[in-house]
């Protein structure tokens, strides 16, 4: 069975732009979170999804938004960019309704580089 | 002000004893805790995972351990491994209303040495 698979792997942007990252779930898998990590700030959660709904979601502003799809593929976009975005993008599925209660399954995340 | 503390940055333990990793909460409301691996260049990995009805969850060589009282978890693995060397996060759900949120330790380097 095939793992989480992010894309793309790496990514540069610049100040002001937005950017949509995409995830593809482990089959049959129906829930889907989106991770930020950072040196400074660890591993911080931002949202996360189940058939196709927005069940929770971290402390992250407006910038930061999500969506997932019929098929279970997810898709984060981030807009109005800052220097502060840089980052490592983690996205996790689970065959549970929430990573918050069952094992997530990482892939390898999108690294995202803003200047 | 970080409610999940993984006051360890690093530990170094020889092959064959007990690791024991560590980690403190501020949240009284916090209703189930995961221990996660991550090694380099790879996403966190699931080991285990405890509800806060409950004070032990034991798989394998990896047990945790819940101090209600104390706001503390540990994780540990009994015997190490030289391949459990990895950086170890633990991380809390917690609620307000209908919306949830997991908050991640900043995460323990485990080293196992031969």
Not at chain 2, 79 to 102: M, R, T
Request: net charge positive.
């Amino acid at each position: 069975k095939a793992g989480v698979t992010q894309t793309p792997r790496y990514l540069i942007k610049t100040r002001g732009q937005q950017v949509t990252l995409s995830c593809s779930p482990i089959s049959g898998h129906r829930s889907v979170s989106w991770y930020q990590q950072t040196p400074g700030q660890g591993l911080q959660f931002l949202f996360e999804y189940f058939s196709e709904t927005q069940r929770n979601k971290g402390n992250f502003p407006g910038r930061f938004s999500g969506r997932q799809f019929s098929n279970s593929r997810s898709e984060m976009n981030v807009s109005t960019l800052e220097l502060g975005d840089s980052a490592l993008y983690l996205c996790a599925s689970s065959l549970g309704p929430s990573g918050m209660y069952n094992e997530q399954f990482f892939g390898p995340g999108t690294r995202l580089t803003v200047l | 002000d970080q409610q999940v503390k993984q006051n360890s940055p690093s530990l170094s333990v020889q092959e064959g004893r007990i690791s024991i990793l560590n980690c403190d909460y501020t949240n009284s409301m916090f209703d189930y805790f995961l221990w996660y691996k991550k090694y380099p260049a790879e996403g966190p990995t699931f080991l285990i995972s405890i509800s806060s009805i409950k004070d032990k969850n034991e798989d394998g060589r990896f047990t945790v351990f819940l101090n209600k009282s104390a706001k503390h978890l540990s994780l540990h693995i009994v015997p190490s491994q030289p391949g459990d060397s990895a950086v170890y996060f633990c991380a809390a759900s917690a609620w307000e209303g209908s919306q949830g949120n997991l908050i991640f330790g900043k995460g323990t380097k485990l080293s196992v040495k031969p």
